[in-house]
C-alpha cells in the first residue's frame, strides 16, 4: 500500500468516529462564530427537532412503518413535564424520565395491538392519537392552559448553572442531540441493528433468520416515542412556554418530511433533513406563507424520484455506480 | 432429525400437500425432487413457520414446531434459503452475511445503543466468521459491495453463506442452483459436499438431476403434494411412479 492508500484506508476505517468528532467541534464552536441569539435560537431548534428525527427516522426507515402522530409524544413531553414541575413541583431532570416513562407505556398500549396487525394501521392509530391529544390541550385548560396556553415552566438548571439563554441553551441541547445521534449510530451499526435493517428489507427473511418481526417494532416504536417525549420535555424547558399549536399534525407531517429528506433508515441524514426543514422557511420569506404546500410538494417529489428519501437515495446511486466501476475494472 | 407426519396444506380449499410423510436424518443430505408445482418449496414454507400447515405435525428433534412462528424455528437451528433470492439489496455483501448471525449479536436494544465492551468484542468474531464463509464461496473480495449490484450467480451464493454462517443444525435449501451455470453449479456442489461432510443436516430442494444423484443421500419425490417415492438416489432413479411422473410431464409440455 502507498501512504495515500494508507490514509484513505485509515480515513475509510474511522469514518464514523472522525464524522461524529468533526460535528462534535464545529457544533462546540458554533456560539463563537456567531452569538445572534436569534441564529442561535434556530440552531438549537434544529437540534430539538433532531431528536424526534432520529427516534422517527429509526422508525419508518428500520421497522418500515409510518408514524403519522409523533407530535403527540412530543407534546405529551412537553405537557408533561410542564404539568410535573409546575402543578407538581418536582425536579425538572426527575420530570423529564418520569413523562418519558410514561410516554413509552402510551407507546406500548398503541403499538402492542397495532404492529401486531400487517399493514399501515399504525399511521392511523398515530394520527388519531394526534388528534385526540390536540383536542385535549385545548379544551381542558384548567389543566393545560387551553389555547393560549402553558406558562412559567422553569429551565432546567444543573446546581445554580441555570440553561437559561440561548448560548448556554445551545450547549444543553446540542448536548443531547449528539448524544442521541450517537446512541442511534451505536444501534445502527450492531448486530441487533443489523436484524433492524433486515427487518426493513424484507420480513419474510429477517424472521428466517431469527429476527422477531413483531417485537422489533414494537421496540422500535417506544425508542422512537420515547427520544420523542425527551425532546418535547426540553422544548418545554426552553422556552419556559408550551402551546397546543407546536403539537398538532401539521407538525407531525413535518417531522416525517424531515425524515423523507434526509432519507429512510440514514442516521446523518436525520441531521441534515431537520436542519434544512427547520431553516427553509427562513431563507425564502414565501416559503412562510406557502409552508405547507412547499413542504408537501417537496415530499412527492422525493418520493417520486429518490423513495429512499433524498440522502439515501442518492448515497445508494454514487455506492451502486462506484461498485459497478470496480467489478468493470476488475473484469478488464 | 426433523419428521414430518402426515402434513397437509391446502391453498383456499385446494390441496398443496396431502399427507407428506418422511424423515430427514442427521448428518445425511436429503434431496426433495418433484415437477413444477408438486409442493416443495410449499414444504419449506412450512417446516419454517411462513406457513402453518392444513394439518399434520413437524416435529424437530423432540419439538413440536409445527405452531412456532418464523424466528422461534429459525433460533432453534433452522435455516433456509429462499427460491426466489431474498438478499437485503441495499446491505453490503458482510452484512448480508452477518444477518444470517443475527441469533448471536444480541438481543437488547439499550445494550447496542450502549456498544458495550463485550458486544464490540463479540462483533468482530462474527465479522471474522462472516469473511470466512464469504471466503469459502468466493466472494471475499466484494465483502463491501452493496449486494444489490452482485451478478445474479454471486447473489445466490451470497444466500448460500449467509444460511451457513451460524452452523445451523438443519439447512433447507431451495434450488440453490437454479440459474448457475455448470461451472458455479460444480462449486456450489462441492460446498455441499463439503458441509454435508463436516455432519450439517440438509434438505435440498432442486431439478439438477446429475446434481441430484451425485451427492443425495437420500431421495424424497413429491408430485401433486403426495410424497411418490423415497430412497437411495439408485432406487428412485429405477422407481417406474418417478419415471411417470417425470415423463408424463415431459410429453405434456412436447
Ligand atoms: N401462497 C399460495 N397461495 C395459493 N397457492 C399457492 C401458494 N403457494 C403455492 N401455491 C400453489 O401450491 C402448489 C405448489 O407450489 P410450490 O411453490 O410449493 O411448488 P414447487 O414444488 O416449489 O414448484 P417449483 O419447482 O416450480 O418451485 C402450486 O400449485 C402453487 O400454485
Ligand atoms: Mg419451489
Redesign the interface.
Known amino acids: 500500500m502507498t501512504a495515500k492508500q494508507k490514509i484513505l484506508y485509515f480515513l475509510y476505517l474511522h469514518r464514523t468516529g472522525l464524522t461524529v468528532t468533526l460535528l462534535s467541534t464545529a457544533i462546540f464552536c458554533w456560539p463563537l462564530v456567531t452569538s445572534n441569539p436569534y441564529t442561535l435560537g434556530l440552531t438549537n431548534l434544529i437540534a430539538l427537532h433532531v431528536v424526534v428525527v432520529l427516534g422517527l427516522n429509526l422508525f419508518i426507515g428500520y421497522a418500515g412503518q409510518i408514524s403519522l402522530g409523533h407530535a403527540a409524544f412530543y407534546g405529551l413531553g412537553a405537557y408533561g413535564s410542564a404539568i410535573a414541575t409546575v402543578n407538581f413541583g418536582i425536579n425538572p431532570w426527575l420530570a423529564m424520565l418520569l413523562v418519558a416513562f410514561l410516554v413509552a407505556l402510551v407507546a406500548l398500549v398503541i403499538g402492542i395491538p397495532v404492529l401486531r396487525l400487517a399493514g399501515h394501521y399504525l399511521a392511523m392509530a398515530t394520527l388519531g392519537l394526534n388528534f385526540v391529544l390536540h383536542t385535549i390541550l385545548l379544551q381542558w385548560d384548567e389543566v393545560t392552559g387551553g389555547p393560549s396556553g402553558f406558562y412559567g415552566i422553569p429551565y432546567l438548571a444543573i446546581g445554580d448553572f441555570e440553561f437559561y439563554d440561548e448560548f448556554r441553551l445551545h450547549y444543553l441541547l446540542w448536548g443531547f442531540a449528539l448524544l442521541s445521534l450517537l446512541?442511534?449510530l451505536?444501534?445502527v451499526?450492531?448486530?441487533?441493528?443489523?436484524?433492524l435493517?433486515?427487518l426493513a428489507?424484507?420480513e419474510?427473511?429477517?424472521?428466517?433468520?431469527?429476527?422477531?418481526?413483531r417485537n422489533a417494532k414494537i421496540?422500535?416504536f417506544v425508542?422512537s416515542a420515547v427520544l420523542a417525549s425527551l425532546a418535547g420535555s426540553l422544548f418545554a424547558h426552553t422556552y419556559s412556554f408550551v402551546s397546543p399549536d407546536s403539537f398538532n399534525i401539521f407538525v407531525s407531517t413535518d417531522m416525517v418530511i424531515m425524515v423523507v429528506i434526509g432519507g429512510m433508515g440514514s442516521i446523518w441524514g436525520s441531521l441534515l433533513g431537520a436542519a434544512l426543514i427547520t431553516m427553509l422557511p427562513e431563507w425564502m420569506d414565501l416559503f412562510e406563507t406557502y409552508k405547507d404546500f412547499v413542504h408537501g410538494g417537496i415530499l412527492v417529489l422525493v418520493l417520486m424520484f429518490l423513495p429512499?428519501g433524498l440522502v439515501t437515495g442518492l448515497f445508494?446511486l454514487v455506492?451502486?455506480r462506484l461498485?459497478?466501476r470496480?467489478?468493470q475494472d476488475a473484469a478488464a | 432429525m426433523l419428521r414430518l407426519e402426515n402434513v397437509s396444506k391446502n391453498f383456499g380449499g385446494l390441496p398443496a400437500l396431502s399427507d407428506v410423510s418422511f424423515d430427514i436424518p442427521q448428518g445425511k443430505l436429503t434431496a426433495l425432487i418433484g415437477p413444477n408445482g408438486a409442493g416443495k418449496s410449499t414444504l419449506i414454507n412450512c417446516m419454517?413457520?411462513?406457513l402453518q400447515t392444513t394439518s399434520g405435525r413437524i416435529r424437530f428433534r423432540d419439538i413440536q414446531i409445527e405452531t412456532l412462528?418464523?424466528?422461534q424455528i429459525?433460533?432453534l437451528g433452522i435455516?433456509?434459503t429462499?427460491q426466489n433470492l431474498?438478499?437485503?439489496?441495499?446491505?453490503t455483501v458482510l452484512?448480508n452475511v452477518?444477518?444470517?448471525?443475527?441469533?448471536?449479536?444480541?438481543?437488547?436494544?439499550v445494550?447496542?445503543?450502549?456498544?458495550l465492551p463485550y458486544?464490540r468484542h463479540?462483533?468482530r468474531s462474527?465479522k471474522l466468521r462472516a469473511l470466512e464463509a464469504l471466503d469459502r464461496f468466493g466472494l471475499a473480495d466484494k465483502a463491501n459491495?452493496?449486494a444489490?449490484?452482485l451478478a445474479y450467480g454471486d447473489k445466490k451464493r451470497v444466500e448460500l453463506a449467509?444460511a451457513t454462517v451460524g452452523k445451523p443444525e438443519l439447512i433447507l435449501l431451495d434450488e440453490p442452483v437454479a440459474g448457475l451455470n455448470a461451472e458455479e453449479t460444480a462449486a456450489v456442489g462441492e460446498q455441499l459436499n463439503l458441509l454435508r461432510r463436516a455432519g450439517h443436516t440438509m434438505l435440498l430442494v432442486e431439478h439438477d438431476m446429475e446434481l441430484v444423484m451425485t451427492i443425495a443421500d437420500r431421495v424424497v419425490v413429491l408430485d401433486s403434494g403426495r410424497c411418490i417415492a423415497m430412497g437411495s438416489p439408485e432406487e428412485v432413479r429405477r422407481n417406474p411412479l418417478v419415471l411417470e411422473a417425470y415423463l408424463g410431464r415431459t410429453e405434456a409440455v412436447a
Open positions: 446512541l442511534c451505536n444501534l451499526r450492531s448486530g441487533v441493528g443489523r436484524g435493517a433486515a428489507g424484507d419474510t427473511a429477517a424472521a428466517a433468520l431469527g429476527v422477531n418481526t421496540k422500535v425508542l429512499q445508494d455506492r451502486t461498485a459497478l470496480r467489478g | 419454517t413457520g411462513v412462528p418464523p424466528h429459525a433460533r435455516a433456509r429462499f431474498k438478499l437485503f439489496p441495499r446491505l452484512d452477518l444477518t444470517g448471525l443475527t441469533c448471536e449479536g444480541g438481543k437488547s436494544l445494550m447496542a445503543m450502549f456498544r458486544l463479540r462483533e462474527l459491495w452493496p444489490g449490484v449467509r
